[in-house]
RNA sequence: GGCCCCAUCGUCUAGGUAGGUCUAGGACACCGGGUUUUCAACCCGGCAACAGGGGUUCGAAUCCCCUUGGGGCUACCA
C-alpha cells in the first residue's frame, strides 16, 4: 500500500512549487491505488497565518486535488494539524533525551553566529560542539533561571558516512561528521519541522517522500532521527524533486513579485519621483501598462503604507517589504504582477486542468510525445522513475498554449463553470448575463487562450451605453483615418431602417456596403466595433451588433458620431 | 566560504541505465507565407542544441575525470 502526503505549512496561498509538490504526490497516489494524505504543518507560530490553511484546501480543491485524509476530512491518523500534536512530540523528544541521544543547549542567537562565522572563516562546514557530558534537568533549571532559552538538539552520529538513498538521484553521500546536530525542539516548546516531520511520516505509514530539492540536505539528518527514533523499521523511499525556477534566475517563489515591481519601477535620480509605464516583459508574458508617466514618490510610498525611506531601500534592492505593500503599490501604478500563486493563475483566466498539465511536466514526462493530457491520462502514466534532474524553468507562454488547448477540449456546459467561477472571482459584468448567453458567447470565443479573452471580448454587452470606454488608439486608428466617421454615419442608417434585426441580414448589409465601396469588410465593420465596444478586439461583429440590439446599437454610435466627430 | 545536486535547440524535453539505428525527435516561443470582419484560432514552411577540455573505445549526446556554468542548502523557517 502506498502513501503519500503533502505537508505544508500555512504562511499564506498555494503557490506553484507547492502545486507542483502537492500533484506528484497525488498522482503517485493514485497511480498506486494508495492513500494520500494532507499534513499541516502549523509548529512555526510567528509565521502561520489563520487563514493560510483554508487558502491552501480552497486551492488544491480547485485543482482537484482530493486528500483521502487530513483537515475536513478525518482519518485514522489524525490529528493533521502538527499543533494539535504537542503531545506526540513531546513524548519522543523525552525519549530521545532518556536515551542520550538528544541534549538540551542554553546557546543564545548570537552565540551560535559567533560559532558559525569561526567555522567559516576557517573555510570548514560549521558542525555544532556537542558537549562531552549532556547537562541534565537541574542545568536546565539553572539556564532557565538565568534567562536563557533552552532547546533540545538530535545527536546525529559523527562517526560514519550517511547515506541517501533517492529514487532521482541514486545514492548521496555525506562524509562522517558533514551533519551536524541539529535543534529537534525550539525554545517555545515546538518541535523543528526536521523533527515533526519525521515522527509524523512514520506514524502516518508514509511510504514515499516526494519533496523538493530543497529538502536534500534534510534527509541525512531525518534519516539518522528517524534510526534513532524507530529503529530499523523501514524508511520511506525519498524522491528529489527539481526545482522550478524562475527566467530572473532562483528558485520561483514569492519573491518574483516583488522584483517585478522593483523592475517596473524607474527610477529618476534628478526628482522626487519614478517612472512607470514601459512595456513590461516576464518570460513568455507581456503586459502593456498605462502611458509613461511620472509618480511621486511620496505618494507611491502612501499607497504602499510605507515610508519614502523604506520606499527607497527597497527600490535599490535592499529590502522586500511585505506582499500586501507591494500589492497594493502594483495595483496604483497599474502593474501586472507574475502570477505566483494558484490563486493567481485563476484570476488571469486560466483552467484548472491546464494548471494540473503543466505543472505535471515540470520536471516529468511520460516519455512519449503526448503533452496535452487530462488528468486520468496524468495519472495513468505516472511513474517516480521518469522524474527529471535538472531544474526547469517556468515558461508562461508554454503555459498559456496549454491553457488554449484545454480550452479547445473542455466541453461548453463544463467551461461556462469554470468562465463563471472565473467571473465572479474577477468581479466581472459579464457574470449577469445568462447561461444562454454565456454558451452563445462561449461558442463565438472558440480559439480564445484564456477566460480573460473571452471575458474582454464580451465585456461590451454588458456594460451601460454610458460605460464604454474608448481605446485611444482604436479610435484614431479606424474612426479618425480613412473616412472611418463617414462610413460609421452610413452603417447607422443603414442599420435604422432594418425591420429584422438579425446577423444574417446585418452582414448582408455590411457586405454590400463593402462592396459598394469597393473596400474591404474591415473598413465598414472596425468602425462599427469601436463604435459599440469602444476597442478593436471584441466577439464577432454580425453577432455582436446583433446581441446588442438594434436601439443600444444605434445609441452608442450615435454617442460616438458625436464625441468625434470633427464637425460638432 | 562549506556541503550537495544538475548540465541536449531561446524554453520544456525525448534519447543516456544495455555506446553504433542520432546528418539528435517532439512541443512552446520566434521568423516567413497562407486564411481572415478585430483579437485569437487554423494551415504550410523555416531557424535552432549534445557547455568546454581531456580520456576509455574501432566508434561517445550516451561511460570516466577536470574545468566552467546554473541551482539548492548552510535558521530556535518549513
Redesign the pocket.
Known amino acids: 500500500m502506498i502513501v503519500t502526503r503533502f505537508?505544508?505549512?500555512p504562511?499564506g496561498y498555494l503557490h506553484v512549487g507547492g502545486a507542483r509538490t502537492a500533484l506528484f504526490n497525488w498522482l503517485w497516489a493514485r497511480r498506486m491505488g494508495g492513500t494520500f494524505i494532507l499534513r499541516i504543518?502549523?509548529?512555526?507560530?510567528?509565521?502561520n497565518t489563520p487563514t493560510a490553511t483554508q487558502q491552501v484546501m480552497d486551492d488544491l480543491r480547485w485543482l482537484g486535488i482530493q486528500w483521502d485524509e487530513g483537515p475536513e476530512v478525518g482519518g485514522p491518523n489524525g490529528p493533521y494539524l502538527?499543533s494539535q500534536r504537542m503531545d506526540i512530540y513531546n513524548k519522543y523528544i523525552n525519549k530521545l533525551l532518556d536515551d542520550k541521544k538528544a541534549y538540551y543547549?542554553?546557546?543564545?542567537?548570537e552565540e551560535?553566529?559567533a560559532l558559525?562565522k569561526e567555522?567559516?572563516?576557517?573555510?570548514?562546514?560549521?558542525s555544532?560542539p556537542r558537549p562531552k557530558e549532556f547537562p541534565n534537568k537541574s542545568d536546565v533549571e539553572k539556564a532557565k533561571a538565568q534567562g536563557?532559552?533552552?532547546?533540545v538538539r538530535f545527536a546525529v552520529p559523527q562517526d560514519e558516512p550517511l547515506v541517501v538513498e533517492?529514487i532521482?538521484?541514486?545514492?548521496?553521500?555525506?562524509?562522517a561528521g558533514?551533519?551536524?546536530d541539529?535543534?529537534i525542539?525550539?525554545?517555545?516548546g515546538?518541535?523543528?519541522?526536521?523533527f515533526?516531520?519525521v515522527v509524523d511520516d512514520y506514524l502516518m505509514k508514509i511510504t514515499h517522500v516526494i519533496r523538493?530539492?530543497?529538502?536534500?540536505?534534510?534527509t541525512p539528518g531525518q534519516q539518522a532521527l528517524w534510526q534513532a527514533l524507530f529503529g530499523d523499521s523501514p524508511l520511506p523511499k525519498y524522491a528529489?524533486m527539481?526545482?522550478t525556477?524562475s527566467?530572473t534566475?532562483?528558485?520561483l517563489?514569492k519573491r518574483e513579485r516583488p522584483k517585478a515591481l522593483r523592475k517596473a519601477i524607474k527610477v529618476r535620480p534628478d526628482v522626487e519621483t519614478v517612472r512607470i509605464g514601459e512595456q513590461l516583459e516576464f518570460?513568455?508574458f507581456r503586459k502593456e501598462n498605462k502611458s509613461p508617466q511620472d509618480i511621486e514618490t511620496s505618494k507611491l510610498a502612501e499607497v504602499g503604507g510605507i515610508t519614502p525611506e523604506q520606499l527607497d531601500s527597497f527600490i535599490k534592492g535592499k529590502t522586500t517589504p511585505d506582499m500586501p505593500v507591494i500589492d497594493a503599490m502594483a495595483e496604483y501604478l497599474g502593474v501586472a504582477l507574475p502570477e505566483i500563486n494558484i490563486v493567481d493563475f485563476f484570476k488571469s483566466g486560466y483552467l484548472p486542468e491546464t494548471m494540473v498539465n503543466f505543472l505535471a511536466?515540470?520536471?516529468?514526462?511520460p516519455?512519449?510525445?503526448?503533452?496535452?493530457m487530462p488528468v486520468n491520462e496524468l495519472i495513468d502514466a505516472f511513474d517516480l522513475?521518469?522524474l527529471?534532474?535538472?531544474?526547469?524553468?517556468?515558461?508562461r507562454?508554454?503555459?498559456?498554449?496549454?491553457n488554449?488547448?484545454h480550452i479547445?477540449m473542455t466541453p461548453p456546459e463544463k467551461l461556462l463553470q469554470h468562465l463563471r467561477a472565473y467571473l465572479k472571482a474577477v468581479n466581472s459584468p459579464v457574470n449577469s448575463g445568462d447561461d444562454e448567453k454565456l454558451l452563445k458567447i462561449i461558442k463565438?470565443?472558440?480559439?480564445?487562450?484564456s477566460l480573460a479573452?473571452i471575458e474582454?471580448?464580451s465585456r461590451f454587452l454588458f456594460l451601460d451605453n454610458n460605460e464604454i470606454q474608448y481605446d485611444n488608439k482604436a479610435v484614431k486608428k479606424v474612426l479618425l483615418k480613412n473616412d472611418g466617421l463617414a462610413v460609421l454615419a452610413i452603417v447607422r442608417d443603414k442599420l435604422a431602417v432594418m425591420d429584422e434585426f438579425t446577423e444574417q441580414v446585418i452582414?448582408d448589409m455590411?457586405?454590400c456596403l463593402?462592396e459598394e465601396k469597393q473596400v474591404?469588410?474591415?473598413k465598414?465593420?472596425?468602425p462599427l466595433?469601436v463604435a459599440i465596444?469602444g476597442?478593436?478586439?471584441?466577439?464577432?461583429?454580425?453577432?455582436?451588433v446583433q446581441m446588442l440590439g438594434k436601439e443600444d446599437t444605434l445609441t452608442r454610435i450615435d454617442t460616438t458620431l458625436k464625441k468625434f466627430g470633427a464637425d460638432n
Not at 536563557?148 to 532547546?151: E, F, L, N, P, Y
Not at 476597442?535 to 455582436?544: A, D, R, Y
Request: net charge negative; proline share 2%; glycine share 8%.
Open positions: 505537508a505544508p505549512s504562511t504543518e502549523d509548529t512555526d507560530q510567528k509565521r502538527q543547549c542554553f546557546d543564545t542567537a551560535l553566529d558559525r567555522a567559516e572563516a576557517q573555510k570548514k562546514s560549521f555544532y536563557r532559552d533552552v532547546t533517492d532521482v538521484r541514486g545514492e548521496i553521500k555525506f562524509a558533514e551533519i551536524s541539529f535543534i525542539q525550539k525554545s517555545d515546538f518541535p523543528t519541522y526536521n515533526a516531520c523538493g530539492q530543497e529538502h536534500l540536505m534534510n528529489h527539481s526545482v525556477v527566467d534566475g532562483g528558485k517563489s518570460d513568455g511536466l515540470l520536471g516529468w514526462n516519455g512519449d510525445n503526448r503533452e496535452i522513475s521518469r527529471t534532474k535538472a531544474n526547469s524553468l517556468f515558461d507562454s508554454k503555459l498559456l498554449a496549454f488554449t488547448e479547445k463565438l470565443c472558440e480559439g480564445a487562450r479573452d474582454r471580448k452582414e455590411l457586405r463593402a474591404g469588410l474591415g465598414v465593420a472596425q466595433r465596444c476597442t478593436t478586439v471584441s466577439l464577432p461583429i454580425f453577432e455582436s
